[in-house]
C-alpha cells in the first residue's frame, strides 16, 4: 500500500472558523510532510515531522498549527486563515533515510483545495 | 544552497511524439538525489524517476528516461511516445543528502506545463 489519504479534498471557511486538515498513511513511513501550493507555483515546504517530532518549520504563521498525534497521523489545525492561505495543501510522507544514496521518495497525497472567504 | 531552474514555462508535444522536458541544478553537494514528479490538475503530485549524483547510468522507467550531465548539472527529462494523459505540470526536484535529520529536504523547480496535442 503506498498511498498517502487525506481528508477533506475541498474546503471553504470564513476567516474566522477553525478547521483541520488530516493525513493519513500506513507505510510505516516516519517523516511526514505539510506543504502549500498556490496556483501555477511548486509546492512550499511548511512542516516536517520526524518520529512524530516537530524538525521543521518553515517559518510559518501561528494561524497553522500542525500535529502529528501517532505515526500514521498528520493534522493541520487552521483558525483565522486569511484569503491569502487560499491553496492546495499537501500532505507527504518518507523513510527516514539510511545512510547512502536511496531511490527513496516522498509519496503525496491528493492534497486538500482551500479556500478562505 | 540548492537551486532547480526549469526555463520552460510550457511546452507543445504532438501525440505518439517524444519530448524533453529541461532541468538545471545548483549545488555544492557531492550527494544529492534528483527526481521528477507528475501533477495533473487534479494536484496530485506523481513520482516519475529518480538519478542519484552517483549513478553512472542514466535512469530509466517505462517511457521516462533521465538525461543525467553531472558536468553540466543538468537532468532532463525524457518522454518517449507521448499519450493524451501526460499532459501536466511536471516538476524536476533535488533531495538534500546530506540532511542529518533522515527526513527529505527537497528543492522544486517551477516547473513545465506540458501539453500532448492529439
Known amino acids: 500500500d503506498t498511498e498517502v489519504t487525506q481528508t477533506p479534498k475541498h474546503l471553504v471557511m470564513g476567516m474566522t472558523n477553525k478547521k483541520s486538515l488530516k493525513c493519513e498513511q500506513h507505510?510505516?513511513?516516519?517523516?511526514m510532510y505539510w506543504y502549500k501550493q498556490k496556483a501555477k507555483k511548486p509546492p512550499e515546504l511548511m512542516f516536517v515531522?520526524?518520529?512524530?517530532?516537530?524538525?521543521i518549520n518553515e517559518s510559518v504563521p501561528s494561524r497553522f498549527s500542525p500535529e502529528c498525534p501517532n505515526s500514521s497521523l498528520l493534522n493541520l489545525h487552521l483558525h483565522a486563515l486569511q484569503p491569502e492561505d487560499s491553496a492546495l495543501y499537501l500532505c507527504?510522507?518518507?523513510?527516514?533515510?539510511?545512510?547512502?544514496?536511496?531511490?527513496?521518495?516522498?509519496?503525496f497525497g491528493p492534497g486538500t483545495r482551500l479556500l478562505v472567504l | 544552497a540548492q537551486k532547480i531552474t526549469q526555463t520552460q514555462p510550457g511546452m507543445f508535444v504532438q501525440e505518439k511524439e517524444a519530448v524533453t522536458l529541461d532541468c538545471t541544478y545548483d549545488?555544492?553537494?557531492?550527494?544529492?538525489?534528483l527526481f521528477w514528479y507528475k501533477q495533473p490538475s487534479s494536484g496530485e503530485m506523481i513520482f516519475l524517476i529518480y538519478?542519484?549524483?552517483?549513478?553512472?547510468q542514466n535512469a530509466t522507467e517505462g517511457r521516462y528516461s533521465l538525461n543525467f550531465q553531472k558536468a553540466r548539472k543538468s537532468a532532463n527529462l525524457v518522454i518517449s511516445a507521448s499519450q493524451l494523459g501526460d499532459s501536466a505540470m511536471y516538476f524536476c526536484?533535488?533531495?538534500?543528502?546530506?540532511?542529518?535529520?533522515?527526513?527529505?529536504?527537497?528543492?522544486f523547480g517551477t516547473g513545465t506545463k506540458l501539453q500532448v496535442i492529439p
Open positions: 507527504a510522507s518518507s523513510q527516514l533515510k539510511t545512510p547512502g544514496q536511496v531511490k527513496e521518495t516522498q509519496y
Open positions: 507505510m510505516g513511513h516516519r517523516a
Open positions: 515531522y520526524s518520529y512524530e517530532k516537530l524538525s
Open positions: 549545488t555544492s553537494d557531492q550527494s544529492y538525489g
Open positions: 538519478q542519484g549524483s552517483y549513478d553512472e
Open positions: 526536484a533535488m533531495r538534500d543528502d546530506l540532511n542529518s535529520g533522515g527526513y527529505q529536504k527537497v528543492t
